[in-house]
């Protein structure tokens, strides 16, 4: 089964601050997947990347930078972390295996606080 | 452009009943993926069910099926024989064939399954 973590788990940060979240998987997907949850808002799209070495811009890109090195990790990436930027961040990943599959897997979360 | 809209934001119901979730979406594309995610207290994002457009059948997965009504735009998900541990909240969601791999969601209806 599809297996997605993310690290750290929680993270409070200062304003200002650099802030890094990173995401790795073990599918073997091509792509993966950036969202923000805040409350009545659902999942809105940050960044996505289509293999390594690629990344594109999401609904929300704003303030964001992120990073695929590898098949395996992705990172969302804070340069200077504001106080708007907390929030619970999800990473996915999902292809278009064999069979058909096109749904997403995620990960368990990071919740960011910016103080 | 994609949209992907549940009206409901909050339902109860007595365990053991059988409950509807409506969600609606648009899209100009002829050939989409349909998606219901669960997502529990603890904020794990499970996915549960797909239909493709192409299909005229319901799909059916263990206690979980979906009402497809293609020319309203629509993809009712059904949860029969209500448990507590259903209690989440449950986002639709919709990826066009010809995308880029994103998938749109809704903001999601908290369902509350009571004894």
């Known amino acids: 089964e599809a297996a997605v973590t993310q690290s750290p788990r929680n993270k409070v940060a200062v304003t200002g601050g650099k802030v890094t979240l990173s995401c790795n998987q073990t599918?073997?997907?091509?792509?993966m997947y950036w969202y923000r949850q805040d409350t009545g808002h659902g999942l809105r799209l940050i960044h996505y990347?289509?293999?390594?070495?690629?990344?594109e811009k999401g609904d929300i890109p704003d303030g964001y930078k992120a990073s695929r090195p590898s098949q395996e990790n992705f990172s969302l990436i804070l340069e200077l972390a504001t106080p708007s930027q907390t929030s619970v961040y999800f990473c996915?990943?999902?292809?278009?295996?064999?069979?058909?599959?096109?749904?997403?897997?995620f990960g368990p979360g990071t919740r960011l606080t910016v103080l | 452009a994609q949209k992907v809209t549940q009206t409901q934001t909050s339902i109860s119901v007595v365990e053991k009943t059988t409950v509807t979730m409506d969600c609606v979406y648009e899209?100009?594309?002829?050939?989409?993926?349909l998606f219901w995610y669960k997502q529990t207290a603890s904020g794990e994002i499970v996915f549960l069910i797909r239909?493709?457009?192409?299909?005229?059948e319901n799909a059916t997965v263990g206690h979980y099926s979906l009402n497809f009504q293609k020319p309203k735009s629509s993809i009712g998900l059904i949860i029969t024989a209500t448990q507590i541990e259903d209690s989440a909240v449950y986002f639709c969601?919709?990826?066009?064939?010809?995308?880029?791999?994103?998938?749109?969601f809704g903001d999601g209806t908290q369902l509350v399954v009571k004894p």
């Open positions: 996915a990943s999902g292809d278009e295996g064999l069979g058909g599959r096109y749904e997403q897997y």
């Open positions: 599918n073997n997907h091509n792509n």
């Open positions: 990347s289509y293999g390594a070495g690629s990344t």
């Open positions: 899209t100009r594309d002829s050939s989409y993926f």
């Open positions: 239909q493709d457009s192409y299909k005229k």
């Open positions: 969601a919709m990826r066009e064939a010809n995308s880029n791999n994103r998938i749109f």
